[in-house]
């Protein structure tokens, strides 16, 4: 009967680990998203210095709220991530609106598939 009971509570302790650790990788990719639509809404108006100014906004976003994010998830992924951002970055300090607007939908699609990829679901569990 321990055994059990010991096992259930692990098992409680696991699932529940795994749901605020959904919330929280939801909360700080909502915070990326917001600041990547930011970017984009200053390309459109053709203002690049805000632009820029966004674009500092989302390394210290990205530094602040991602700094944990290497314990739950894929190395790889959060390399391709962060060479998206430098690659914004540039594209953007060189006022290439081409070239900003397709690294920031990727940046954006790489970001917005984090939550989804590490949710406790039956899908990602089996």
Partial sequence: MR??????????????LGFWTNHKLAVSTGDLLENIEKIEAGIENNQWETARSHTMDL??????????????MDHQEIDNIEFAMAKVKEYIGNQNAALSWGQLSELKLMIKHIPEKEAVTIKNIL
């Avoid at 055994?3 to 529940?16: E, T």
């Fill in 59 to 72: 390394e210290e976003t990205w530094d602040k709220k991602a700094s944990w994010w290497p314990t739950v």
């Fill in 3 to 16: 055994l059990l009971v010991s096992l259930l509570v692990i098992f409680a302790v696991a699932v529940s």
